[in-house]
């Protein structure tokens, strides 16, 4: 006996109270866009899936839909998502090539937009090398390069596009921006040059005037040092003035876990008229909260490795650093301070082995 039931055929019945929603699922009758995340309606997803079948649409028309959907994605401001619809398009591999130039110009001004200007520039190049005379290609390469300041290069891309529109003023005022920026560049070049070749003499003089005193060094490049070991000291290196080494000098409270500097302390200096400006009773630091660091109450130290060597304050810089134990490291000399014959002093130098100067 045969079924009298009817058969479905995989679709709702139309419901006039949901007109407007059933609309929505309807691909022609959409209003609006479709929500990250949200599934697409079968209706619109069948027609999508034939939309990229290689069984139903050549290689062209396939690059085609893909460019369609980078387009509506830059419109939309949707950057990643254009380039990944053009580079979809771009793996179709077909044998287009004005479509394959556009493609590539395509996604090097949504890559541009993104801020990739070096792959922004590649694919410019590659669409150049499809059709020269492409403009869009021509201004994004041109851009790309000015945004990588490589001027030369921008100039370069300027003038070409130039010979395919001589009146293009955004060109024309691109190329006057790149040439302005290249004086620039050549200029700020030119001052580097003057001032590391000063620096470098200076340096010989310095390493000269080292080694004619004496002082040990715990690097044999001086050049290598002038990174300096402390972040206040990146504009102080040691240098002459008036045939005297003038260094900067950091000062290390262990007790308190801190350090100071002086970024010019000369070598015919003494100790005792920097600690006493440091060290005023009317404007100790913050961190000496039992106002014992006074200049009259200090003692001074050099370390190497587990030595520790006690020096008088009224002695100069220079004398402290020609003594045959004593080696400068990063070109920045270092000293400990304490409170003479406090508790930490005395664990401080507990800690040690004491060697009188």
Known sequence: MADSQPKSSGFEPWNPDRWEEEMETHPVFRTQ???????????IEALQNLKYDPEENTAEELAEAYKFDGNENFRRKKYRW???NYTKALEIKCKNDILNA???ANRATANYYIGNYKKALRDSEESRKLK???SKALHRGALCCFQLQEWSDCIAWCDEGLNVSPDDKTLVELKNKAEE???IAQRNKRKALVLETKRKKELEEVKSAIQERGICLAEDNIAECERPIHPALTDAMVHLSAG???WPVIFIYPEYGTTDYIKEFSEDSRFVDHLNIMFDPGNLPEWDTNHEYIAEN???????????????KTKMLGEILTHNRYVVHGLTPCFAVTVRGSDFDRMFRERHTVLSL
């Open 298 to 312: 200090l003692q001074l130290y050099f370390t190497r490795e587990n030595l520790l060597v006690p020096f008088d």
């Open 82 to 84: 254009a380039v990944d």
């Open 102 to 104: 556009q493609l590539y």
């Open 132 to 134: 020269p005379d492409h």
């Open 244 to 246: 005297r080494l003038v």
């Open 181 to 183: 920026e290249k004086k």
């Open 33 to 43: 866009p479709l929500k990250e995340g949200e599934e697409l309606p079968p209706l």
